[in-house]
């Protein structure tokens, strides 16, 4: 359980009901870096048993490449495309690049991507997460809007998370707005899991700066030595919320190997979520993969299976 978002989960199992009841659903997570969004997301497939999962994140360096995310979300249902009708599967294929490119309608394209989901939720319910809306590229973000708006009784829910943007990226959709945990658990947020209890003038320190962000509760701590941290010797100087997430990672990396640094860099530089792309990438470096091993230990990155992603943007 997520301290301090029972209503939120709720809201999300919601959505996961009316889709194996048949019907549909569209809810908006919206909210600031670090206030629990994509725990949200990850809680929600979790609670997704049974359900076919479809999944993609925007990329601020793929905003601008068309269909981008289109292709992450629409990977493994890809096998359905022949019983698309024509007209659509062509549109498809061709945004996808899976078939020379031809003249696409931007709506035919909605529309198969409304009808691959209808095809996979005759299988069984389909949950569609969709996490950094804000960076999804446009034609994509295009396909979404058409597909989400016609959703019926298709047995599918679809979950989009974003920051606050000036214009409504989803509009017509539920929306929730995900904010600062209440102050009681904020402090549970942040005593929970801990052998000692951070005493409590180091708590209120810590709690002023994170101002209820989960993830920043999280993060500060490793910002203190632990004679700080366990209220032997005293905090030294304020801890700047704005730039608190960078100077823990700073340290984490500090502590890394040089070869696992180098992977790190050529990660971020590769700008791409697929283990295989990332693996090519250090290939050609000369690393090994193995080498990002230390920096998914240090909670900088997290390895899954055909996945390389970093714990934040």
Do not use: Y
């Not at 981008?68 to 659509?88: F, K, M, N, V, Y």
């Not at 005759?122 to 295009?142: A, F, G, I, K």
């Not at 030294?236 to 990396?253: I, W």
């Not at 971020?268 to 090519?280: F, K």
């Amino acid at each position: 359980m997520l301290i301090g978002r029972e209503a939120e989960l709720e809201r999300v199992d919601l959505a996961l009901q009316a889709a194996r009841a048949g019907g549909s659903a569209v809810l908006v997570l919206r909210g600031e870096p670090g206030i629990g969004k994509t725990a949200l997301l990850l809680a929600a497939i979790e609670r997704a048993a049974g359900m076919t999962v479809l999944r993609t994140r925007g990329l601020e360096a793929e905003a601008e490449l068309p269909f981008a995310g289109l292709a992450d979300l629409c990977e493994p249902i890809l096998g359905l495309r022949s019983r698309l009708p024509a007209a659509q599967a062509a549109a498809l294929a061709g945004a996808l690049e899976l078939e020379p490119a031809a003249p696409q309608a931007r709506l035919a394209i909605g529309a198969a991507l409304l009808g691959l989901l209808a095809l996979a939720a005759e299988e069984r319910p389909v949950l569609c997460v969709v996490d950094d809306l804000q960076w999804l590229d446009e034609p994509s973000l295009e396909a979404l809007r058409f597909a989400a708006r016609r959703l019926g009784a298709d047995a599918v829910a679809v979950l989009l998370a974003h920051r606050p943007v000036p214009s409504e990226l989803a509009p017509g959709a539920e929306r929730i707005d995900v904010g600062p945990l209440a102050a009681d658990r904020a402090l549970e947020l942040l005593q929970a899991g801990r052998a000692h209890a951070v005493p409590e003038p180091v708590a209120r320190r810590v709690l002023a700066t994170a101002a209820g962000n989960p993830l920043a509760l999280q993060e500060i701590p490793a910002l203190l030595s632990r004679d700080e941290l366990e209220g032997r010797a005293p905090v030294e100087g304020p801890l700047p919320p704005g730039s608190t997430l960078e100077r823990v990672l700073a340290r984490r990396l500090e502590g890394l190997p040089e070869d696992t640094r180098r992977a790190l860099l050529v990660a971020a530089a590769a700008e791409a979520r697929r283990g295989d792309v990332v693996l090519g990438a250090l290939a050609a470096a000369g690393l090994d993969a193995t080498a990002l091993e230390a920096a998914e230990s240090a909670g900088v990155v997290t390895l899954a299976p055909g996945e390389v992603a970093f714990r934040h943007p």
